[in-house]
């Protein structure tokens, strides 16, 4: 049921999990044009939202599909595949919506449907969606084209060595300032501060040279181009990127190599990890996965860093703007020799704010971060041990070693 003001309208909606799409889209929204009216995502305050069209023109006449700005688009368009449009524009009722959000997907028919048969078909639609949604996003392996990642990962090898890490940094924004201070030295950035500079000290000078003579713009320009040069030079230096990546993803990679060779650990495909991992709930898509003996927990498992950063993204763009929500996770997943003969709901002693998935012999300890950039290696530390401890005492419960 929506409401803005007197105008009111009620949608029945079905909800079910799609989580075998989390590492490939985190939302996408398809509307009816009908039911839009003159409403427009782009109204939301917390983020920023974009349109995308296909070849079918009657698909584009009937529905808007938003994604969210910065996502990289690549399984949308091999998601709406030919035979997936035709059954939108054939097969479904007017007024058929849906949106996929990090792994949820939400069906919604216009009305109030109490009818059975009204509501069975919607079910049936919902249903018939999300397999199609999902045999999509099974077909997508670690070799996949929406993986792929070399030149990124080639930038990202040349832009690390700029700077010799004698110590592991202590937290991410140490990364990221080093990495910056490079940054400032580039003769890029130089030139674009000092084109940046000269504009807002040329039309001070040009007003004083006007008002008290060539010397009186000389002596008030030239502070001002000194104190403009340093404000540009920062500014230019923070949205620098090395080749494809951007300072701020430079500096998180350059933190997470350090923290995972201090601690011994090996840090594993993350395309792999979520391929072998399909259908598992996960509060986002995985940026690193630090595999080994954990550091505080004693126990084998990998330490997965979930994120919806833009600094991960394929674009660098900003995809959310609001910070009363969580932008990543940390979460520390373990295998289990067999399954546990209790459900670890209803045993798990978990600390506040940490969350437990379980799927079979797979446990996943997650909380919610405020973001990647915030991360540091003495709160990483603490989160493995605290969430060792968790599936120590469920492991215990079950008679088994605690991790593999």
């Not at 690549?74 to 919506?97: D, H, K, N, R």
């Not at 993986?147 to 592991?168: C, H, S």
């Not at 330490?303 to 990543?328: I, Y």
């Not at 709160?379 to 041990?385: E, R």
Request: aromatic share 8%; net charge negative.
């Amino acid at each position: 049921m929506y409401a803005d003001g007197r105008d009111r309208s009620e949608s029945t909606v079905v909800v079910t999990s799609v989580p075998e799409t989390t590492a490939f889209i985190r939302a996408l929204v398809c509307r009816d044009r009908s039911r839009l009216g003159g409403a427009d995502l782009a109204q939301l305050p917390g983020e920023r939202w974009q349109r995308s069209e296909f070849e079918s023109v009657e698909f584009n006449r009937r529905y808007q599909l938003f994604t969210l700005v910065g996502q990289d688009t690549q399984f949308m368009y091999e998601l709406f595949s030919p035979a997936l449009i035709s059954w939108l524009c054939s097969e479904v009722p007017a007024g058929f919506g849906f949106e996929l959000n990090g792994g949820n997907l939400s069906v919604a028919q216009p009305g109030h449907l109490e009818d059975p048969e009204e509501l069975e078909r919607l079910c049936s639609l919902a249903a018939s969606l999300a397999q199609r949604i999902r045999t999509e996003a099974m077909e997508e392996g670690p070799g996949s084209q929406v993986f792929r990642e070399e030149r990124a990962l080639t930038d990202l090898d040349a832009a690390i060595g700029e700077v010799d890490w004698a110590a592991p940094p202590p937290t991410v924004g140490a990364a990221v300032d080093a990495y910056r201070g490079v940054a400032l030295r580039r003769a890029w950035v130089l030139l674009m501060a000092s084109l940046w500079a000269l504009v807002p000290a040329a039309v001070i000078a040009g007003v004083a040279t006007l008002i008290a003579g060539p010397i009186a713009g000389a002596v008030v320009g030239i502070p001002v181009l000194a104190v403009a040069f340093v404000v540009a030079r920062s500014v230019v230096a923070v949205n620098y990127r090395f080749g494809s990546v951007s300072v701020q993803r430079v500096g998180l990679e350059a933190f997470t190599r350090e923290y995972a060779h201090s601690r011994g650990l090996e840090i594993q495909n993350r395309w792999a990890f979520h391929s072998d991992m399909r259908g598992f709930p996960m509060p986002g898509v995985a940026d690193h996965v630090l595999a080994g003996k954990l550091p505080g927990a004693g126990i084998d498992g990998r330490f997965v860093m979930f994120g919806d950063a833009p600094e991960m993204r394929s674009r660098g763009e900003e995809m959310a703007l609001t910070a009363d929500r969580p932008l990543a996770a940390d979460g520390l997943m373990v295998r289990l020799p067999e399954s546990p003969g209790v459900d670890p709901a209803t045993v798990a002693e978990l600390p506040e704010d940490y969350r437990l998935e379980t799927r079979g012999r797979d446990l996943l300890v997650w909380r919610p971060v405020q973001g990647n950039l915030i991360r540091t290696a003495k709160g990483s530390d603490a989160f493995c041990a605290k969430a060792g401890r968790v599936v120590q005492g469920l492991a215990s419960h079950a008679g088994q070693p605690p991790g593999s």
